[in-house]
Nanobody
Framework: QVQLVESGGGLVQAGGSLRLSCAAS????????MGWFRQAPGKEREFVSA????????SYADSVKGRFTISRDNAKNTMYLQMNSLKPEDTAVYYC??????????????????WGKGTLVTVSS
């Protein structure tokens, strides 16, 4: 049974930084691509970033490009999202997801099979 547990969310002022973590268990972490998504109040869930099984390929939404960095440590079964220069519009529940594939699909947010329960990020102005 795959379990994904996010942590690292919290309240931060605009311009600040946070690092989210996603701890995975239940199947071979290093065999699957991973991703981050977010859902703001009153909005649909949206793609944030994704990373291939070995970290060789990454993808970002335009809204976070240059500010967020995705990474993974396969030895620790953990994925990260370093978020810098945070803006109030980054406020959302952030979810990690595990793909059914090793590599990223042409639409990098597609193919996700398992989801965590989310961690709340609040950016104050």
């Amino acid at each position: 049974q795959v379990q994904l547990v996010e942590s690292g969310g919290g309240l931060v002022q605009a311009g600040g930084s946070l690092r989210l973590s996603c701890a995975a268990s239940g199947r071979t972490f290093s065999a699957y691509a991973m991703g981050w998504f977010r859902q703001a109040p009153g909005k649909e869930r949206e793609f944030v970033s994704a990373i291939s099984w070995n970290g060789g390929s990454t993808s970002y939404a335009d809204s976070v490009k240059g500010r967020f960095t995705i990474s993974r440590d396969n030895a620790k079964n953990t994925m990260y999202l370093q978020m810098n220069s945070l803006k109030p519009e980054d406020t959302a529940v952030y979810y990690c997801a595990q793909s059914r594939y090793r590599t990223l699909l042409p639409r990098a947010g597609d193919g996700m099979e398992y989801w965590g329960k989310g961690t709340l990020v609040t950016v104050s102005s």
